[in-house]
């Protein structure tokens, strides 16, 4: 399709947010899109090499795929608020639920933090740990009561921002390696637009981000900024609402700027 389309003349995008080149050996991708499969890194390198433009949110992937396609457009993540799930108010509990959604391929991102979710369920009568997305995930609760803990099947994605509605502190762990560290902010903007506190890996988008909630490196750190948002309601409140701040400055209207832009570029 790429091919009939330069023979024709047409100008081409692709749009990318993973580091297809560095995905690790331990994620399940590493064989159908990786590395581990040189003909799919091969096609990869073919269609970028075919392609006029790059468009990533994230200036990390762009310096990274620059060997091969002539230019790259930062397009950072954005939202619909047209979508009335992202700020439905969320339900009354008597629970402060600690959530975390996700596929299979942040497995290993999250398993390191499973240790501190039991520490904290112990001293913490009211946590409640929600997994989304995930069914192995959620198994690795194991040792959580089955009171202080729930999973929520992966919904379609229009539904998504109802199903975070369901947490009040958002995790985003993510282990420290080169795949990682080209990925986007967009668990973070998704928290924000729903005014959720999050802790987070200190990787450089959420760095970047940095508005809403803690990082968190060690397993201590997790644990320390877990108790410090579910002790302190006022702190989960002020830091939801400064992460909500910024998550309005990347409704779709305001990016649709960078899409102008880039067009006028093109004239």
């Known amino acids: 399709g790429m091919q009939k389309c330069k023979e024709s003349g047409k100008t081409i995008f692709i749009d990318l947010d993973d580091d297809f080149l560095n995905i690790p ?17 091969q096609r990869l390198r073919t269609a970028l090499s075919m392609a006029d433009h790059l468009v990533t949110p994230s200036p990390i992937i762009a310096e990274r795929y620059a060997e091969f396609v002539g230019s790259n457009y930062i397009v950072p993540n954005n939202w ?8 439905k ?26 240790p501190v979710l039991e520490s904290i369920v112990k001293k913490h009568d009211n946590a409640m740990i929600i997994i989304g997305g995930d069914p192995k995930v959620f198994n690795f609760l194991e040792k959580i009561p ?35 560290q080209a990925k986007s902010d967009i668990k973070l903007l998704e928290a924000g637009i729903r005014s959720i506190p999050w802790v987070a890996s200190p990787l450089p988008a959420y760095e970047e981000w940095a508005k809403g909630g803690l990082l968190a490196e060690t397993a201590e750190d997790w644990e320390m ?43």
Do not use: C
């Not at 619909?80 to 700020?87: A, D, R």
């Not at 302190?232 to 700027?257: F, M, P, Q």
């Open 80 to 87: 619909w608020s047209g979508n009335n799930f992202w700020l």
């Open 225 to 267: 900024a877990i108790e410090s948002l579910l002790n302190d309601k006022e702190k989960r409140k002020a830091l939801g609402a400064e992460g909500h701040e910024k998550a309005l400055t990347r409704e779709s209207k305001h990016i649709a700027e960078h899409w102008l832009e880039i067009l006028r570029e093109l004239e």
């Open 146 to 180: 089955d009171h202080q803990k729930m999973f929520l099947p992966m919904v379609p994605h229009e539904d998504y921002p109802f199903m975070l509605s369901n947490f009040d502190i958002l995790l985003a762990p993510l282990e420290n390696n080169k795949f990682n």
């Open 25 to 41: 050996r331990s994620h399940p991708g590493y064989k159908i899109t990786g590395p581990g499969d040189k003909k799919a890194i």
């Open 89 to 114: 108010p969320a339900q009354n509990r008597r629970t402060i639920n600690i959530g975390w959604a996700g596929t299979i391929t942040h497995q290993k991102d999250f398993r390191p933090i499973v």
